[in-house]
């Protein structure tokens, strides 16, 4: 699957006291930054991040220059390329990429003045590396030899190439896909100085209880002390909610904020989140 998507994480509800009225808020301001600490205020993380599968209906290379759009129409490549052009166009934007197997053969093929751009861009933050291997490698089959070997590629390659006095290795591991998951993998994890896991795929009866008791979020003990790592299940799986997909396959409406505009449209969409 090579597309962009959106995880929106609800962090903050409280409604003491009336939502304030986003018709006379200025909305290229956050209105949390406007009236700090208001009870009625609702945090929301958007995270855009990539989930580019390395092989699954295509090969890998099918999948990066985008061929064989009659199986599946989409290109990692064109990913990346955009994800760069926007965030140098504005520093206001931030992105995490995931899979080095596919970033390390873009790098490969950059110019020096782009890949230059491309390490400003991490060293200014705007765009971040997590997990940090060649993939999301499956929990279920694997010895846990492979596993560490291919994230140890993906992680030597991410130093050799970003390295430096103020370089920041991934500290978050990120297995949104993966069929299951294992106290090993959550381990190995914190062996490798992970600070935190986020999966997304369990068991639907787990699901549902944790999700019934607020117990999506916990603290992942496998063993020693230096295994237990902080563990959340993204709560939409790996997709915004629902009518909020802005992926090319989704057909929900786009958010207006053109006051102008009669399609403005952002306090019908804002209840609706």
């Given amino acids: 699957l090579a597309v962009l998507c959106l995880v929106v994480v609800l962090t903050v509800v409280a409604a003491d006291e009336p939502d304030i009225d986003i018709n006379h808020a200025d909305i290229d301001v956050p209105t949390r930054e406007k009236v700090p600490g208001h009870k009625g205020t609702i945090t929301v993380h958007v995270v855009p991040h990539t989930h580019d599968d390395v092989g699954w209906l295509k090969t890998v290379d099918q999948y990066y220059y985008g061929s064989q759009d009659d199986i599946y129409k989409g290109g990692v490549q064109y990913i990346i390329d955009t994800v760069i052009e926007q ?149 939409y799986r790996y997709e915004g909610p629902d009518g909020f997909c802005f992926d090319t396959n989704c057909r929900d409406p786009p958010i207006v904020t053109n006051r102008a505009s009669p399609e403005f449209n952002v306090v019908d969409r804002s209840e609706l989140l």
């Avoid at 931030?94 to 390490?119: L, P």
């Fill in 87 to 235: 965030l140098v166009k504005d520093p206001k934007k931030k992105f995490i990429y995931v899979e080095v197997a596919f970033f390390k053969r873009w790098w490969e093929e950059q110019d020096k003045e782009t890949r230059q751009q491309v390490k400003n861009l991490v060293t200014g933050g705007q765009l971040e590396f997590i997990n940090g291997g060649y993939c999301m490698n499956d929990e279920a089959s694997v010895h846990y030899t492979a596993t560490i070997d291919q994230m140890s590629e993906g992680l030597v390659w991410l130093k050799e190439q970003f390295g430096g006095p103020h370089y920041n290795p991934p500290t978050i591991a990120w297995q949104i896909d993966p069929f299951g998951h294992s106290s090993a993998h959550a381990a190995l994890s914190a062996q490798m100085g992970m600070k935190g896991l986020f999966f997304a795929r369990m068991h639907y009866q787990d699901y549902d209880k944790r999700k019934k008791n607020k117990d999506l979020e916990f603290q992942w003990i496998s063993g020693e002390e230096a295994s237990s790592i902080f563990t959340s299940v993204v709560y």
